[in-house]
């Protein structure tokens, strides 16, 4: 798992700034700009809108004596693409949106539940309660 974020935190960033390049030739530097302003503006704005119902779901599902696992995750989901969005490149803004948007978010928590099922299932990930 460390590998894999290590060259995630190598290889995104060198991809990031590649295309970044290629939009600068191919759009001019103030558009490119002016449209990493805007996905980071606009996903600060879906981030907040979708952390607040995720929220408020949540509340809801716990008064009601609900345990709201699927919210968490997408809490999760939320603040992951609402932190990525904010970085600047075209690549992350993708991630960012795809974790955000109800609809990609649902493949997202998908592979969240499956990978934390393993991490248990392997006793990678201990789930400690009191009584």
Do not use: H, Y
């Amino acid at each position: 798992m460390f590998r894999l974020l290590l060259l995630l935190i190598i290889i995104v960033p060198a991809l990031e700034i590649a295309v970044l390049i290629l939009s600068g030739n191919i759009l001019g530097v103030w558009p490119t700009i002016l449209l990493i302003i805007a996905t980071g503006v606009l996903g600060a704005w879906l981030a907040k809108k979708e952390g607040l119902q995720a929220l408020r779901l949540a509340q809801l599902q716990t008064q009601q004596g609900q345990l709201p696992s699927g919210v968490i995750l997408d809490g999760i989901c939320i603040l992951v693409g609402g932190v990525v969005l904010l970085t600047p490149g075209f690549i992350t803004d993708a991630i960012g949106f795809f974790l955000l948007i109800p609809a990609t978010r649902m493949i997202a928590k998908g592979f969240l539940l499956k990978m934390f099922n393993q991490m248990i299932k392997n006793g990678n990930f201990v789930i400690m309660t009191r009584r």
